[in-house]
Every structure is written in structure tokens, then in C-alpha cells.
């Protein structure tokens, strides 16, 4: 992991610093949460003695790795940049949570372009793909520059794509496609497997919904992506959205290949690559499949988050879980089988995994939370215990006064 300015001042902090006021949690609590006879979710959180942050260390992580190299862009130094892009990427150099440092290091590179775009100015966004272009015109042979070039014809592409665009007209459909293929014609310059470069393949990936034949070559660009670098979440991520109904494939299909995922990856990560998959369909779509066999998808779970040991992908892992709980406990007794198994993978992950609480993985609110930890731990809260720290995961202390 290399160490930029801006991170080196963050692992200088200790996390009680950067811990936030447990307090947070009782604020918008709703009245609506199933819990036991005799708590309310107010009292639930109330007895939560843990670390509790609006942002965890490694998403902290992240935005520092972008932006020191945001920084070197604004002072035009692109020769490192290009170099550090190369290491990384070829290195397959990796963050804290598992997140591939090239990816980082483009995103700063390309922030000038993504916050205007943010800001919906289309003058200072063509400006900032016009210097991109001038990195790319004077560095023509380096993948890495043709890599970042691609990726911000990419990121117009979809922004004049995205259904929160103020109007989606024939027009930005038109010039949406001319960035896409503006993107296309970058990225088949230089082979990803020929480069070693995993980050090349994915832009070449992120092509597939705005090419006329993404459906017929997604899944050996994907192949791709894994052969080079089979540790990374985002591939497996990415390829999921695509493999639903309304792009190019059907539930039996993403089922299918979600199992396929496991086999090409089985050996490095477990079966990670399946909970991947289905996390993917539940931030696309909101729900989880129904096609989800669920004692594997708790036990690739189980193997998500130990690829990393991040806290992360444990907050990710708790929340899910306490939805599907909430769920299965609201649909009665025809749910009993499914809430037992979803109880006892949550419990795993609470007394295991999770030693602080994140709270911006927690999406549906602090509700969700309350309910988790109710469930878990609710017979000792009931007898005046604390939910505390305890070895590599959450447990109950009862305090003598």
C-alpha cells in the first residue's frame, strides 16, 4: 500500500478521534421495528457501547489515495502520475477493503472532469476532457494514459445517460454513444492481458452497456477482468448488473453465472464471488434475487468478508442480513426456516466480524441496526447488559456498579 501525504495524516490519528458520538444512532429512530416485549430501539441503542462512524477508516482511505493524486493533476504531473497509475495497477497494489489503488489514482486523475460533471457544467467538463486529451496526444504508447482518456468518455457517457439527467434527449443519447465509442476506439489500442493491466480491462468492461455488442462479448471481457486479477469484488460486481433482466441476461442466467464466479475464483477467495453477485442485485434493484440459495449465499458471505477482514464488507454483510431478518420475520411462520438460518449468519457476523459500526453501509437507517442488535443480543439486553467489544467481534458486558 503506498502512503500519500493526505493518508499518511490519517493513520497518524488514532480512530478514538475520529470515532463519532454513539448518540448518533437514537436520531430518526421510527416506531415501526419489530423488536422484543419490553425494548424499544431507542433502548437498543442506547446500551451501544462500540465505535460508531458516520465514515469508516477505509472509505476514508480511499478519498485520500484520490485525492493527493487530484492534487498532482491540478499541478500538472502527469509523468507520475502515468508511473504511479502503471505500478499499481500492474502490481495489482491493493487499499485497505480490497479496493485496487490504480482505480484510485484514475479517479483522482479524472476529478477535475467527474466534479464538474457533479456540478452538471458541461463548459468546464469539456474543458477538463480537452487536457486529458493533450496527456493522452503526448503520451499516445502508454495504456495508462489512453486508460484514463477512455474512462472519461466513459464517465460523460453516462452522466448524459443517467435517469437523474435533467432530460434525456436525442441529443445526449447521440453524444452519449460518440463517448462511447470515442472510449471503444482507446481501449482496443492495447490488449488488457498483453499490458498485465487488470484496470485497463475494467474500462474495456464498463463499455458493455453502451456498445451495440456488449451482450456478445461481455461475458470474454469479464473472463478477462478475473484472469488478471481474480481478487477483485468490482469485477464480479460489475458483470452481476449486467447478467439481469433488462440488460442481457435472466434470472437463470445470473444465477448460473454467479455460480460460475465461484468456480473460476473458488481458490482465492472462497465463494465470495456468489455473495458479490447478489449484493450487486440488491443495490440495483433494491431486493435479492429469487432465485438465492440461501445456505450458500450465507456461507459466501462468510467468505466476502474474510477476503478482506475489513470492516467494511462486515458492516455491508450485517445489514443485509438484518434486512432479510426484518423481512422473514414480518412474512410468519412460512418464513421460519429462512429467519433461523438468516439469525444464525447474522449472529456469526455480530459476535465474529463486526468491531465497529459504519454507519453509511446501514442505507435503510438506524431502524435496521436497532433490530439486528435486538436480535443478537436481545435476552441480555433485556438483562441490563452493554453491547461492547469483545475479541475479533461484538458481545454483552453486564457493568457492576
Known sequence: MLVTPSLLHVKTRTGRNQQEDAVLLRLQVGSGVDML?????????????V???????????????????AAMAAAGEWSDLLEALRYTDQERVMASGGRRVAGLISDGMRSGLTSAIARGDWTVARAELAILEDVYDRNSED??????????????????????????????????????VAAEDLVTLFDPIEEMSPLLAATRYALVPGIEDGGAVCREWYDDWVDLD????????????????????????????????????????????????????????GDLSPTLDHEYFFEALGDYQSATGCQVRANVAAHLLSDMAMGFRKAGPTAAWHLTKTRAA???????????????????????????????????????????RRGEGLGTLVRRT
Open 37 to 49: 416485549d419490553g425494548l424499544s430501539a431507542d433502548q437498543v441503542l442506547g446500551r451501544v457501547d
Open 51 to 69: 465505535p460508531v462512524m458516520r465514515t469508516g477508516p477505509e472509505k476514508t482511505e480511499w478519498q485520500c489515495v484520490r485525492d493527493d493524486h
Open 143 to 180: 495504456y495508462c494514459a489512453a486508460q484514463v482518456l477512455a474512462q472519461a468518455h466513459v464517465d460523460l457517457a453516462r452522466a448524459k445517460r443517467s435517469p437523474t439527467a435533467p432530460e434525456l434527449s436525442r441529443d445526449a443519447w447521440q453524444e452519449a454513444a460518440a463517448h462511447y
Open 230 to 285: 481474480p481478487e477483485d469484488a468490482e469485477a464480479h460486481a460489475a458483470h452481476a448488473v449486467n447478467l439481469l433482466p433488462g440488460w442481457y441476461g435472466s434470472l437463470s442466467a445470473f444465477e448460473r453465472e454467479a455460480r460460475r464466479a465461484v468456480r473460476m475464483t473458488e481458490g482465492q477467495t472462497g465463494k465470495a464471488a456468489y455473495a458479490i453477485f447478489h449484493i450487486a442485485a440488491v443495490e440495483a434493484f
Open 346 to 388: 447474522l449472529s456469526d457476523v455480530l459476535w465474529n466480524r463486526l468491531r465497529e459500526i459504519q454507519l453509511d453501509c446501514w442505507d435503510t437507517g438506524n431502524q435496521t441496526l436497532a433490530f439486528a442488535m435486538a436480535e443478537v443480543f436481545g435476552p441480555a439486553l433485556k438483562r441490563g447488559a452493554r453491547i461492547v
